[in-house]
Each structure stands twice: as structure tokens, then as C-alpha cells.
């Protein structure tokens, strides 16, 4: 039978959700507490009741307290890691491959095993303070940007700061390039494939391919970082908001159901 449920409890479902598999638990789990207390607050709303009433104190402390039941699945965290390393180094790979050779240094790797830790934990962070927080949706947007932005800004730090500091390095071949690309190509893909979404794809297809038109042009190198600057975040955040409007509607689908 469907049940049906203020925006409120939706919108509290929702962020639930999002506390319970940032803090590392079981998505099977979560998904039976959200669908036990989407029949719990339907039932409460036919009597008058709303969800202040079912949790009995802050959604916090709630979340908290749900949190603090279900046991860490560590195994099913630990699955996400090699993914985000792969992801991380192909786009690395990618990118420098397009840009006319890979060159490694030893302050490039150690970098970028830096920002993927530190995106790793601010990812949690912010997940976390969103879920158990009532912040608009400005306020959310610019939290989701922060944590999209921090480790663009950081390569680009680090790039910057590779060229003024030397520290051992290893230069690929022409076919050693050539390699790389398809390796990384076929490791989008795969993360595509695994993860069910798009976006491990349309995100490097974003960012490489119209430095890569301009690259075969004879674009002034002024007008291309124009229109990368411009081209490049606006793509990103179109799809970003289509992704979101999209993922909100399978949400509240799930806790009407």
C-alpha cells in the first residue's frame, strides 16, 4: 500500500539517509530504518502527529542515537576506496596524457594522495553536517560546491607548486602515453559501470574534451582559458543540479512507497 508523507518527514527521511551512509553503516540497514519510519511518521501524520513528535528531540540527536545501534560496515566502505583511487589516478592520467605527456614527481604523488585523504574526510564531514542540520538550500549548494571545488583548486595549487620544486620525476614515452589514455578511458567506464551512474564519465568528458577541441584549433591561448574558465564549471553545475533533481525524486519515491 502506498503511503503517503508531509514534505517535512520527507525531507527528514532523506537526510537520515544521508547521516546513517556518511557515518559508514550498511545501506540495506539504512533503507529498513527509512522504510520503518516512513510507515512509523504515516501513520503518526493520520493522527495529527508530525515528526518533532516521533523523534522526541533535535534530528540530531536522533540521527545520532540511530547511528550509535547500528554497527560500522566497514567492508562496504572499504569497497569505495580502491574505486576513488582509480577514479583519481585516471583523471590524473588523462589529463596530464592530453596536456602533452605524463611526467610524475615525486611531490606530484605524494600531493595527490594528500588531497584524495583530505577529500575523503571532508566529504564525511560535510555529508554529516548537512544530514543533521536545517540549512537552506543556498547554504547546502555552497557547502556541495566547497567540497566539489577543494581538490580542483588543490591540483591546480599543486601543479603550480611542481614547477618551482624539484623532486625526482618519471617521464612516459609517446606509447607509454598512449596506454595511459585508453587505461584510463576503459577505468571510467568500468567505475561507470560499477557504480551505476554517469557520472564518472560525463564529468572528465567535461573537463578534458573542450581543452582538447581548443587544443586542435588555433584558439588564442588568452581566449582559451576564458572559455574554459566559463565552459568547464558551468557544464559541471548543470549537470550537477540535473543530477540532484533527479536524485530527489527517486528519494521521495522510496519514502512514499
Same mark, same amino acid.
Request: proline residues 3%; negative net charge.
Given at each position: ?36 519510519? /516512513?510507515? @512509523? %511518521?504515516?501513520?503518526?501524520?493520520? @493522527? ?29 566502505? %572499504? ?5 576513488? *583511487? ?28 594528500? *588531497? ?126 540535473? /543530477? ?12 512514499? @512507497?
Amino acid at each position: 500500500m502506498k503511503m503517503t508523507i508531509s514534505t517535512q518527514s520527507k525531507e527528514f527521511l532523506e537526510n537520515l539517509r544521508l547521516y546513517l551512509f556518511s557515518s559508514g553503516k550498511n545501506e540495506t540497514e539504512i533503507e529498513e530504518i527509512v522504510g520503518e519510519l /516512513a510507515d @512509523h %511518521l504515516s501513520e503518526a501524520e493520520a @493522527h495529527g502527529k508530525n515528526v518533532d513528535d516521533i523523534i522526541g528531540g533535535t534530528p540530531k540527536a536522533y540521527m545520532e542515537q540511530i547511528a550509535s545501534e547500528m554497527s560500522l560496515d566497514l567492508r562496504s566502505w %572499504l569497497k569505495y576506496i580502491p574505486v576513488l *583511487i582509480i577514479g583519481v589516478f585516471a583523471y590524473d592520467l588523462l589529463g596530464s596524457a592530453l596536456r602533452g605527456g605524463i611526467e610524475y614527481s615525486l611531490l606530484t604523488l605524494g600531493g595527490n594522495i594528500f *588531497i584524495l585523504l583530505l577529500f575523503l574526510s571532508l566529504t564525511v564531514v560535510i555529508f554529516k553536517y548537512v544530514a543533521s542540520k536545517k540549512l537552506s538550500k543556498t547554504k547546502e549548494y555552497a557547502l556541495f560546491a566547497i567540497l566539489g571545488f577543494t581538490p580542483m583548486i588543490l591540483f591546480f595549487g599543486l601543479i603550480f607548486l611542481d614547477r618551482y620544486v624539484e623532486t625526482p620525476s618519471y617521464k612516459f614515452s609517446s606509447t607509454g602515453n598512449m596506454i595511459a589514455i585508453i587505461v584510463a578511458i576503459l577505468a571510467f567506464i568500468v567505475i561507470s559501470v560499477w557504480g551505476k551512474t554517469w557520472i564518472s564519465i560525463i564529468l572528465p568528458l567535461f573537463l578534458f574534451l573542450p581543452e582538447f577541441i581548443m587544443n586542435i584549433t588555433d584558439v588564442q591561448e588568452e581566449l582559451k582559458l576564458i572559455i574554459s574558465g566559463i565552459v568547464v564549471p558551468l557544464c559541471i553545475g548543470i549537470y550537477f543540479f540535473i /543530477a540532484l533533481k533527479l536524485e530527489k525524486r527517486k528519494d521521495e519515491k522510496k519514502v512514499t @512507497h
